[in-house]
């Protein structure tokens, strides 16, 4: 006689039909703007975050910051790591209380930290300065003058023709049709015209100065493994946080595993595709893009037709993000 049904025994169709909670994500760099913190710069619940972020960024307010500093500044590695970090956590800290649960929580790129901040694993303090310790191991360990080109519209295969021979790896795969590639500009610009010349439908040269997430920051990977080792210990995922591992969209079980591959990321393939099919079998009702920027709203809205998803940046005010959410 069979014994009762199990959650995957049941039928795929009364499965898929249970919605619950919100998925969170939260973008890597290369959105930073003069408004990125307009909605929240006067919120209460964000000034720990603010704060913590002008620790870590010589003492300059990072509202400031987005407002004064050049297209350089904004761009350059530690300054967008810790200012898309901020603009993650510092969103959470004013959504976070009163969000549905269960969270889906995962972070693209450099976002990934942010999300582990989210998750309630790391507080806001720790996460910004691994931020900014992450950046600087990553531009310490890059070659000069590397970073980051998008190809969309060309198959696997082809891309991995371009990539050996112009000496580039995959960084990080949006979908089938949509990767990055890294490696060194001097190389990526020829790669990125062939590219074009193949049939791509859209070519473009990222503002990153990095290589981020190829074997040309193995070092980085290495030392940031190690540091994550000395600071984070004893702690657990809370009840009702789902983390999504970058690399390959599993969701985190095991601490240790998860910094592993937080640290891994830095020199190996982000598989962002994994990630979007991971929070889509979460089944959440909301999907919520923190910034800076909706790209990642746009990725999760193609992966997930079924599902409510926006950015912040969509929003007037902060009363229409959470009416929103818990709609």
């Not at 307010?61 to 904004?74: M, N």
């Not at 190809?151 to 049709?177: F, K, Q, S």
């Amino acid at each position: 006689m069979r014994g009762p049904a199990r959650r995957h025994d049941l039928p795929r169709c009364r499965r898929e039909q249970t919605v619950t909670g919100v998925a969170i994500l939260c973008s890597g760099q290369g959105a930073q703007a003069a408004g990125m913190f307009d909605l929240i710069s006067d919120a209460p619940e964000a000034a720990p975050v603010f704060a913590a972020a002008r620790r870590v960024l010589d003492g300059r307010d990072p509202r400031d910051l987005v407002r004064q500093a050049s297209p350089a500044e904004l761009h350059a590695n530690r300054a967008a790591q810790i200012l898309c970090c901020t603009q993650a956590l510092a969103y959470w800290a004013v959504l976070g209380p009163a969000s549905p649960r269960p969270v889906t929580a995962a972070g693209y790129s450099a976002g990934e930290l942010a999300a582990w901040g989210i998750a309630g694993v790391i507080d806001a303090e720790t996460v910004l300065d691994l931020m900014a310790r992450r950046a600087i191991l990553m531009d310490e360990a890059s070659p000069t003058a590397s970073g980051l080109g998008a190809v969309l519209g060309l198959p696997r295969t082809e891309i991995e023709a371009i990539c050996r021979t112009h000496d580039l790896h995959i960084a990080i795969v949006n979908g089938p049709l949509h990767v990055l590639l890294g490696g060194a500009v001097a190389d990526l610009e020829p790669a990125l015209a062939e590219a074009q010349q193949r049939g791509a439908g859209r070519v473009v040269m990222l503002p990153v100065s990095v290589a981020s997430h190829t074997p040309l920051l193995h070092d980085a990977s290495e030392r940031f493994g190690e540091l994550l080792r000395q600071r984070i210990t004893g702690t657990r995922l809370p009840p009702g946080l789902r983390l999504i591992s970058g690399v390959d969209g599993a969701p985190v079980w095991r601490l240790e595993d998860g910094l592993r591959k937080l640290a891994l990321q830095i020199r190996q393939t982000v598989d962002w595709a994994a990630c979007m099919d991971s929070c889509r079998a979460a089944r959440p009702q909301r999907v919520l893009d923190l910034g800076p920027g909706d790209a990642l709203a746009r990725m999760a809205g193609e992966a997930m037709p079924d599902i409510a998803v926006r950015s912040v940046t969509a929003f007037q005010s902060l009363n229409g993000i959470r009416h929103w959410l818990n709609a």
